[in-house]
């Protein structure tokens, strides 16, 4: 199995919801995501996929958060705008990136990493 990540940056505010304690305020975060796409099998070229191909899907998904209020961004104006959900929401968009590109192996996101703070990470894994 080869794996390959890609990190990038951005900046949004959210506030929880049934939550008691300092992050039910309005709050923000400059948040790290790291995507990893892992595959059995490696293209023509010899690559899982291309780091242009998965930071430009990247970054599409980023266009959509940075520098918003989450909490009136669907899904998260309705499903709560944790760092766990937003976890899930990245491997969700990037999942349907990946497939409408031009890709000719098959590959999975393997694991995003979310960091809210240099200390605080949340993880989804399919």
Not at 74 to 96: G, M, Q, R, T, W
Request: net charge negative; glycine share 4%.
């Amino acid at each position: 199995m080869f794996e390959v990540s890609v990190e990038e940056t951005f900046a949004a505010a959210h506030q929880l919801r049934n939550y008691h304690g300092k992050c039910e305020n309005l709050h923000g975060h400059n948040y790290k995501v790291r995507v990893t796409i892992r595959g059995r099998e490696l293209d023509e070229t010899g690559l899982v996929v291309d780091f242009v191909e998965l930071k430009r899907v990247l970054r599409a998904v980023i266009d959509k958060l940075d520098h918003t209020y989450l909490n009136e961004v669907p899904p998260f104006d309705i499903l709560n705008p944790s760092a766990e959900n937003v976890a899930k929401y990245f491997h969700d968009e990037i999942c349907s990136g990946l497939r409408a590109g031009s890709r000719k192996s098959e590959v999975d996101v393997a694991e995003i990493k979310i960091w809210e703070t240099d200390t605080s990470t949340a993880t989804y894994r399919p």
